[in-house]
C-alpha cells in the first residue's frame, strides 16, 4: 500500500523468498529421491518383442547375446527370449554390479559363471551349460571385476 515502507517491503520480500526457498528445496530433495529409486537398477527388466512384453527378474538372465539389430536373453531353465532392442539399451538398465560385457556381442550374468576357460580362447561356462566367448582384452577387466564383486 502507499505509502511504501522500505523496510516493511524489504521484510516481505525476505519472508517471500525464504519461503520459495523452502518449497523449491522440499521440491528437489522430493524430485531427487524419485530420481534415485528411478535410477537404482530394478530387480526386474521389460524385454519387448513384436508379440508382447516380458518382466524377467535380472538373477534369471545367465547372459544376453546381440544378434544384430536383437537381443536374444538366455534365461535359467533353458528359456530364451528375443528382444528387438540393441543389446546396449538393455545394459543401461542392468545392475552395473551383476552384469559385465565378455565381448562385443555377449553380456554376461557374473553369478552364473561357474568356470572360466583358458585353452581352446577364452569363454565362460554358465551355470545352464552354455558357453560364452570371453574378448583377450576384456579377460584381465573380467577378473578383476569377479574380484571386487
Not at 531427487?32 to 529409486?37: I, K, L, Y
Not at 538366455?74 to 545392475?95: C, F, I, P, W
Request: hydrophobic fraction near 35%; glycine fraction near 2%.
Amino acid at each position: 500500500l502507499k505509502p511504501i515502507q522500505i523496510e516493511e517491503l524489504i521484510l516481505a520480500v525476505t519472508r517471500a523468498d525464504d519461503r520459495h526457498q523452502k518449497n523449491t528445496y522440499f521440491e528437489k530433495d522430493r524430485w531427487q529421491d524419485v530420481q534415485s529409486d528411478l535410477n537404482a537398477k530394478s530387480a526386474f527388466i521389460s524385454i519387448a518383442n513384436v508379440d508382447k512384453i516380458s518382466f524377467v527378474k535380472q538373477e534369471e538372465i545367465v547372459f544376453c547375446k546381440s544378434s544384430g539389430r536383437y537381443t536374444e536373453f538366455h534365461l535359467t531353465n533353458d528359456r530364451m527370449l528375443v528382444a528387438s532392442k540393441l543389446m546396449g539399451t538393455y545394459q543401461e538398465e542392468m545392475d552395473p554390479k551383476l552384469f559385465f560385457r565378455t565381448h562385443k556381442s555377449y553380456l554376461v550374468n557374473v553369478r552364473h559363471i561357474k568356470n572360466i576357460h583358458r585353452r581352446d580362447g577364452h569363454y565362460c561356462e554358465m551355470s545352464t551349460q552354455a558357453s560364452v566367448p570371453i574378448s583377450r582384452r576384456r579377460l584381465d577387466e573380467l577378473l578383476q571385476f569377479l574380484k571386487l564383486n
